[in-house]
């Protein structure tokens, strides 16, 4: 039971780590530098053959203010990897950190052994060898390390990536293609600085029940920067790298866009939209029109998503909306595409009678049991003790939670407690039946990998990989720090 006695010492401590960041909180001014574009790698052109060194670097946050960082192959973040469909990508990956990590292929649906889940480790000077087979439609996916324990703290210190599967259909469809012009990723994240312009990770109780938030919102790896776009359409790649904080994404002049891909591929049609919430983990593909050569921003509103607990005073000013970035017309541009697509995809409709079991899981954010013994509060149960379960049960990596069967597909029922929680599940795409009860709006009816759970959701999950026991597949909050705290379960599938 979570007695007066624990909420006090959770307030104190919390208390002090806010206090630190309230001193350094003005490093949120707004620098306004241009969007950094990550090096493109085509795996295709490269023979299929792609390699990563994972290694610390020096990259400015902020022009003028150089600091350690860490990233795949670059100073932070890592490059946009392109594969094509009916492909095998042979990807070597070299790990120059002093600690282990991992590197899963989030939104990729490959076999058990080479997803890169925390079973996947590198030790620190290793390498790892790994051959893709991908098939799947067309979509953006991302990488990033899965470390039990460990994933936060290395997300958050800049490794992170972003992945293009193509099969020609987005050619087909005279979709913005041209790479850093108008087909732009935007990797969406939040961080403290300290006067030095690095990042601070120091996560206090409070910290660990509402995750890790930021004072100062960041795109591909820079604060505030400006995208020169042509006028016409633009294609913007999104992807929610933060480790907890929800975007609530619009556009300052109020003006609509269209929603074309969630995580796993296109919708049916475009969904027209004035704004988007996009959890951590999740990816969607829009459709924006600067034809008219309007100047604007684009910015989120205010993250809600905060348990009782964090709603003490001071915890509100981390969790405000405010800018993202600014789009500004380049006339030396020419605009490639002016119209949007009415049609995309023939999007299947969700056959539940197909499903051979159904299963229940909660996510208990609330089960303090150990937790504040020794005033630690849950980064992880093997250090401070069980902090966030489902069903009641941490993260234990010598337990399968699920066994299921190659081939065919299951209702899983996921049910929140005190916040909403974005659960993640490895190895699939599956298709939203309802949330809190309710047909899923028209662009959350596409393949999904992450579902933001407020209350309750129903998903159909197909099972078209392997996984053996000793390489299972994860499911998860993606909300970091409750994943490292236990928040995790493991399915394998035969």
């Given at each position: 039971m979570?007695?007066?006695?624990h909420?006090?010492?959770?307030?104190a401590?919390?208390?002090v780590?806010?206090l630190?960041?309230s001193n350094i909180?003005?490093y949120?001014?707004r620098?306004?530098?241009?969007?950094?574009?990550?090096?493109l790698i085509?795996?295709?052109a490269?023979?299929?053959?792609?390699?990563?060194?994972?290694?610390q670097?020096?990259h400015a946050y902020r022009p003028g203010?150089s600091?350690?960082?860490?990233?795949?192959?670059a100073?932070?973040l890592?490059p946009?990897i392109?594969l094509?469909?009916?492909?095998r990508?042979d990807v070597?990956?070299?790990?120059?950190?002093?600690?282990?990590?991992t590197v899963?292929?989030?939104?990729?649906?490959i076999p058990?052994e080479?997803?890169?889940?925390?079973h996947?480790s590198?030790?620190?000077?290793?390498?790892?060898?790994?051959?893709l087979?991908?098939?799947?439609?067309e979509?953006?996916?991302w990488?990033?390390?899965h470390p039990?324990e460990?994933?936060a703290?290395?997300?958050y210190?800049?490794?992170?990536g972003v992945l293009i599967?193509?099969?020609?259909?987005g050619?087909?469809?005279g979709l913005?293609?041209?790479y850093?012009?108008d087909?732009?990723p935007?990797?969406?994240?939040?961080?403290?600085?300290?006067?030095r312009?690095?990042?601070?990770y120091?996560?206090?109780?409070?910290d660990?029940?509402a995750?890790?938030r930021?004072?100062t919102i960041?795109?591909n790896?820079?604060?505030?920067p400006?995208?020169?776009?042509p006028?016409?359409?633009?294609r913007?790649r999104l992807?929610?790298?933060?480790?907890a904080?929800?975007?609530?994404?619009?556009f300052?002049d109020?003006?609509?866009f269209?929603?074309?891909?969630?995580?796993?591929?296109?919708?049916a049609?475009p969904v027209r939209?004035?704004n988007l919430l996009?959890a951590?983990?999740?990816?969607y593909e829009?459709l924006?029109?600067f034809?008219d050569g309007?100047e604007?921003m684009l910015?989120?509103?205010a993250?809600q998503?905060v348990?009782?607990?964090?709603?003490m005073?001071g915890?509100a000013?981390?969790?405000?909306?405010?800018?993202v970035m600014?789009?500004q017309?380049?006339?030396s541009?020419?605009a490639a595409?002016?119209?949007v697509?009415?049609?995309l995809v023939?999007?299947?409709?969700?056959?539940?009678?197909?499903?051979?079991a159904?299963?229940?899981?909660?996510l208990?954010?609330?089960?303090m049991g150990g937790?504040?013994?020794?005033?630690g509060?849950?980064r992880?149960?093997?250090?401070?003790?069980?902090?966030?379960?489902?069903?009641?049960q941490?993260?234990?990596s010598?337990?399968?939670?699920?066994?299921t069967?190659l081939?065919?597909?299951?209702?899983?029922e996921?049910?929140?407690?005190m916040?909403a929680h974005p659960?993640h599940?490895?190895g699939?795409q599956f298709?939203?039946?309802?949330?809190n009860?309710?047909?899923?709006?028209?662009?959350?009816?596409?393949w999904?990998d992450?579902?933001l759970?407020?209350r309750?959701?129903?998903?159909l999950?197909?099972?078209k990989?392997?996984a053996?026991?000793?390489?299972?597949?994860?499911f998860?909050c993606h909300i970091?720090?409750?994943?490292d705290?236990?928040m995790?379960g493991?399915?394998?599938?035969?």
């Amino acid at each position: 039971m979570f007695t007066r006695r624990h909420f006090v010492a959770a307030t104190a401590l919390t208390s002090v780590s806010l206090l630190t960041r309230s001193n350094i909180s003005a490093y949120a001014a707004r620098s306004e530098a241009p969007l950094p574009i990550p090096q493109l790698i085509d795996a295709k052109a490269n023979a299929n053959a792609v390699s990563l060194t994972i290694g610390q670097g020096v990259h400015a946050y902020r022009p003028g203010q150089s600091v350690p960082s860490f990233g795949y192959s670059a100073p932070v973040l890592g490059p946009v990897i392109r594969l094509a469909r009916d492909e095998r990508v042979d990807v070597t990956i070299e790990n120059k950190m002093s600690r282990p990590t991992t590197v899963h292929w989030h939104g990729l649906v490959i076999p058990g052994e080479m997803d890169g889940g925390p079973h996947n480790s590198i030790p620190a000077g290793d390498r790892w060898k790994v051959s893709l087979p991908v098939d799947q439609p067309e979509c953006t996916a991302w990488f990033h390390p899965h470390p039990h324990e460990e994933t936060a703290e290395q997300v958050y210190s800049g490794l992170a990536g972003v992945l293009i599967v193509e099969d020609g259909s987005g050619e087909r469809m005279g979709l913005p293609r041209s790479y850093g012009v108008d087909d732009l990723p935007l990797v969406l994240q939040d961080r403290f600085f300290d006067r030095r312009g690095a990042p601070i990770y120091q996560p206090g109780p409070m910290d660990i029940m509402a995750g890790y938030r930021g004072d100062t919102i960041i795109v591909n790896g820079a604060v505030a920067p400006i995208a020169r776009v042509p006028a016409g359409l633009v294609r913007l790649r999104l992807l929610n790298g933060a480790n907890a904080r929800i975007f609530d994404l619009r556009f300052s002049d109020g003006r609509s866009f269209h929603a074309i891909a969630s995580d796993g591929g296109y919708l049916a049609t475009p969904v027209r939209l004035r704004n988007l919430l996009i959890a951590p983990g999740e990816r969607y593909e829009v459709l924006i029109d600067f034809a008219d050569g309007s100047e604007v921003m684009l910015e989120t509103g205010a993250d809600q998503n905060v348990p009782m607990m964090g709603m003490m005073r001071g915890a509100a000013p981390f969790v405000g909306g405010g800018s993202v970035m600014k789009f500004q017309i380049d006339p030396s541009q020419r605009a490639a595409v002016t119209s949007v697509p009415k049609h995309l995809v023939d999007m299947p409709l969700p056959d539940r009678s197909k499903a051979v079991a159904r299963r229940q899981f909660l996510l208990n954010d609330m089960i303090m049991g150990g937790m504040m013994g020794g005033m630690g509060f849950g980064r992880g149960a093997g250090r401070f003790g069980p902090a966030m379960t489902i069903n009641g049960q941490p993260f234990d990596s010598d337990r399968i939670d699920v066994e299921t069967k190659l081939g065919t597909m299951e209702v899983w029922e996921i049910g929140s407690q005190m916040m909403a929680h974005p659960f993640h599940v490895h190895g699939t795409q599956f298709q939203i039946l309802s949330l809190n009860g309710q047909v899923p709006p028209l662009h959350l009816q596409g393949w999904k990998d992450t579902v933001l759970v407020a209350r309750e959701a129903q998903i159909l999950v197909p099972f078209k990989q392997t996984a053996p026991r000793d390489h299972p597949f994860m499911f998860h909050c993606h909300i970091l720090e409750h994943e490292d705290a236990g928040m995790m379960g493991q399915y394998i599938c035969s």
